[in-house]
């Protein structure tokens, strides 16, 4: 009866195993080739770089910018509305009077400066350019994060994929040691007890946990990568 049931464990997890290796295949996420020559895994770093310049964060401060500009265009047009013209009409004028030899001007007519302007208008301006030029640092700044960000993310990519890469073949070896643990157990062999088989299935269990956290890892550091880039790796590799 334990071999029986201890048989019907063994089918249960070929069976899964099959199934979990075929959905890798159809992962590109798993299977994505990267480049490994020198000169094109640089040219791959200075296109993600490219792409991550694209960034909402770095669009969000372009747009301030602009606000900036047009904000002094704004401060500095203060200098024509503090021009305030006054006048009045004589009111011998006014009355069509000409029986008066008197001589009056026929208007008067003034211009009147708030001299607070003055001060305020410039700093208004100066204050406005510092804006601009605490923008255009905050900039650079953000670039100079992306771009670590993105070499970063890169290099985790590629590191979780080649372990992976690196477990299959521990995996596999684990699971040929299993079934073959277990066909000398199931064809009676007296050197084989049943205890070597729940060993030898412990063994490959903990390698496929292995390969399930590190395939998690190889598709959670893509999407960090993709994110940062805003498209997707394999349309990055296919225009490279």
Known sequence: ???????????????????QEQHSARDTSIILKLPTETYTVEKLK??????????????LLEEKKTATNYDQTRAKAGWLNMLTAAGNLNEYTIKGNTNNNTLYPRYNFGIMVPLGNFVSIPAEVKSIKAT???????????????????LRAYEDYSANKQ???????????AYN???QTESKFSGGDQNTAVETVNDAYRIYNA????????ERDVKQSKYILEAIIG???EDVLLHL
């Open 207 to 214: 390698e496929m946990v292995r390969k399930v956290n590190l």
């Open 46 to 59: 200075v296109r993600l770089v490219e792409l991550a310049m694209n960034n909402p964060s770095i669009k």
């Open 132 to 150: 601009g030029r605490s923008i255009d640092q905050q900039k650079e700044g953000e670039k100079l994060n992306l771009k670590s960000a993105v």
């Open 231 to 233: 498209t997707t790796l």
């Open 163 to 173: 372990l992976y890469e690196l477990q299959l073949p521990l995996l596999e070896d």
């Open 1 to 19: 009866m334990k071999q029986i049931l201890f048989f019907l464990l063994a089918t249960c997890t070929c069976s899964t195993l099959s199934a």
């Open 177 to 179: 040691h299993y079934k």
